[in-house]
């Protein structure tokens, strides 16, 4: 990957050291090339974590090659999914062996997120082997958790090696597919909220992680049409460009380049998708057409400010670049309009989610992390209930096309 050495930079300038990262195969066959890697690496005692479908995708065809193997499938609540919480984890720790060597996470960013902590827990390393490209998580620390209700994320162990093989990705369900562009299209409004916050909260900023994660941004864009096809063209650039991410925010030990207040929106929708036992939907997804909406919120709001009327010291002092940050973002309408091209929903109504829950979002959300995005300033200079044109725009037209002109 031609990330690698750019990534190897990023290290230094943060720490004067190169960084170990994990070995990554992207090609058609990958999976017949696991069995060697664990030969070479001396790893005998091998675990594969599943649930009923990934293990049908992958973990069959895993189990039959590899000898000295346990098969862990995963319990699914009432809807038929796997939830990264208590209970999961608790099962898999439960039933994974002590003398494990090491453990194959098959499947997407749930699964992924449930191994790598258990295996941080018990010191076992993990390899990664995607189902689908779906989320930009594989080969991050970070693990996003749901306990007692609420979502937390953890850092813990990113994988030893990635085998992404292209045949089973190409196969993959496009929705899910079109949930890892959406996860991608969210460095928009991630990248910008970084930014905003090294202005106003003086937050430690990297340019080259920026590029980095940007440059992985554009390609998708560029290659919409072939993502949304589902050829190995695109799914190749998909699959390294949320590799990539994960990579960059491995090397930065933090997500701050690729989460920000589209992730907040994200979260908050799921938690409460979780009050109600409801089923849940795919991160990604929840993801792109949060983009949209922050998106049209920060366009929206910006415009309604002047320098002098802002207290806030640092906010104040760069308003312009802030302002300049916002106005640089695609219009919601073009971001639809990508969410589109690649086979997924673009609106909350497609996700089936009632405009009172995205306005109390766009109130409340911000609470749930400890971090300066777009979404918490404007909710400190709100001198009423933010919502956004956006939500409205089939019953507002004129003033719609108006704003985004």
């Excluded at 907040?264 to 909406?293: C, D, F, P």
Aim: aromatic content about 6%; proline content about 3%.
């Amino acid at each position: 990957m031609a990330a690698f050495q750019e990534l190897n930079q990023l290290a230094q300038e943060l720490t004067g050291e190169s960084v170990s990262l994990p070995e990554i195969t992207i090609k058609k066959g990958a999976l017949d090339l696991i069995s060697d890697y664990l030969r070479a690496q001396d790893m005998k005692n091998i675990v594969i974590v599943a649930d009923e479908h990934t293990k049908s995708a992958d973990g069959n065809h895993l189990y039959e090659k590899l000898e000295h193997m346990v098969m862990v499938q995963l319990e699914q609540d009432d809807n038929g999914q796997v939830i990264a919480d208590e209970q999961t984890i608790v099962q898999l720790l439960a039933e994974v062996p002590v003398e494990t060597d090491v453990l194959l996470a098959v499947g997407a960013g749930t699964i992924h997120d449930i191994v790598r902590f258990v295996g941080y827990k018990m010191n076992i390393p993990f390899i990664s082997v995607p189902t689908a490209a779906s989320v930009d998580g594989f080969t991050s620390k970070g693990a996003p958790l749901i306990f007692k209700g609420m979502k937390k994320t953890i850092q813990t162990a990113a994988p030893i090696a990635v085998f992404a093989d292209l045949n089973v990705l190409m196969h993959a369900p496009k929705e899910l597919t079109a949930s890892g562009f959406g996860d991608i299209l969210g460095k928009y409004t991630s990248l910008t909220d970084w930014k905003i916050s090294q202005l106003v909260a003086n937050e430690p900023y990297s340019e080259l992680a920026a590029a980095i994660t940007r440059q992985s941004l554009e390609a998708c864009v560029t290659h919409v049409d072939s993502i949304g096809a589902g050829n190995e063209k695109g799914i190749r650039i998909l699959t390294q460009a949320l590799i990539e991410s994960g990579m960059v925010m491995l090397v930065l030990d933090h997500s701050r380049p690729a989460s920000g207040g589209e992730h907040h929106l994200s979260h908050y929708w799921e938690m409460e998708l979780l009050k109600t036992n409801a089923r849940q939907l795919l991160h990604g997804t929840k993801v792109g057409v949060s983009t949209a909406i922050i998106t049209a919120l920060y366009k929206e709001n910006v415009r309604h400010y002047k320098r002098e009327d802002i207290s806030i010291e640092k906010l104040r002092e760069n308003w312009e670049e802030v302002q300049q940050l916002i106005e640089s973002l695609p219009n919601p309408e073009r971001i639809r309009q990508l969410l589109t091209g690649a086979g997924g929903p673009s609106t909350a109504e497609e996700l089936g989610l009632p405009g009172a829950l995205i306005t109390d979002s766009l109130n409340e959300a911000h609470h749930l992390r400890d971090r300066c995005t777009g979404l918490y300033i404007f909710n400190q200079l709100k001198n009423e209930q933010l919502t956004s044109l956006d939500l409205y725009r089939d019953k507002h037209q004129e003033a719609y096309k108006w704003l985004y002109r």
